[in-house]
T-cell receptor, first 109, second 114 residues
């Protein structure tokens, strides 16, 4: 079945450091979505990437979709304590949206 | 507030029992998704409905079933419960089942099976 592999599983950074999480699929995706789940909360939609090679920015967050539409990354510049949570990518094949295992981000102030 | 309502928030029950989780989608959304979140397995896709019809199926056990009613609310039925079914169950909704619709998640129902 379709799977999205996400790494790293966990990252603990000092406030102000950068953070990156990566997602990979063995098959071509229709699109990829990114979600953030705060501790004790529910996943919240961040962004969707559709086109090959697409790059989108939201303030300190940069999202990329690979040329082959099989991988994606989320990069956070100069992390803040408000960035803590679990970041999930979700790959779409037709009607199915399959989530990666998530990357847990902890930020030390 | 995502606009997706899930009830109950918490459920504690014994092994072998049956429970029903309920979800009301965001106003205007026709598609409903169910996900199971366990500590060690992330968000597992269970099933999706669109306007009352099943659209996609994930790793949903035979002991689990779901439906979407004419008023678009959905119910997830879990039967013959086992300890391993303890998890957070999320419902999410979207405008359509298609490729470009983001999901809006409810706050989840935390199920504890003892």
């Amino acid at each position: 079945g379709q799977q999205v592999m996400q790494i790293p599983q966990y990252q603990h950074v000092q406030e102000g450091e950068d953070f990156t999480t990566y997602c990979n699929s063995s098959t071509t995706l229709s699109n990829i979505q990114w979600y953030k789940q705060r501790p004790g909360g529910h996943p919240v939609f961040l962004i969707q990437l559709v086109k090959s090679g697409e790059v989108k920015k939201q303030k300190r967050l940069t999202f990329q979709f690979g040329e082959a539409k099989k991988n994606s990354s989320l990069h956070i510049t100069a992390t803040q304590t408000t960035d803590v949570g679990t970041y999930f990518c979700a790959g779409r094949w037709g009607n199915k949206l399959v989530f990666g295992a998530g990357t847990i981000l902890r930020v030390k102030s | 507030d995502s606009g997706v309502t899930q009830t109950p928030k918490h459920l504690i029950t014994a092994t072998g029992q049956r429970v029903t989780l309920r979800c009301s989608p965001r106003s205007g959304d026709l598609s409903v998704y169910w996900y199971q979140q366990s500590l060690d397995q992330g968000l597992q896709f269970l099933i999706q409905y669109y306007n009352g019809e099943e659209r996609a199926k994930g790793n949903i056990l035979e002991r689990f079933s779901a439906q979407q009613f004419p008023d678009l609310h959905s119910e997830l039925n879990l039967s013959s419960l086992e300890l391993g079914d303890s998890a957070l169950y999320f419902c999410a909704s979207s405008v359509e089942p298609g490729a470009n619709s983001p999901l809006h998640f409810g706050n989840g129902t935390r199920l504890t099976v003892t």
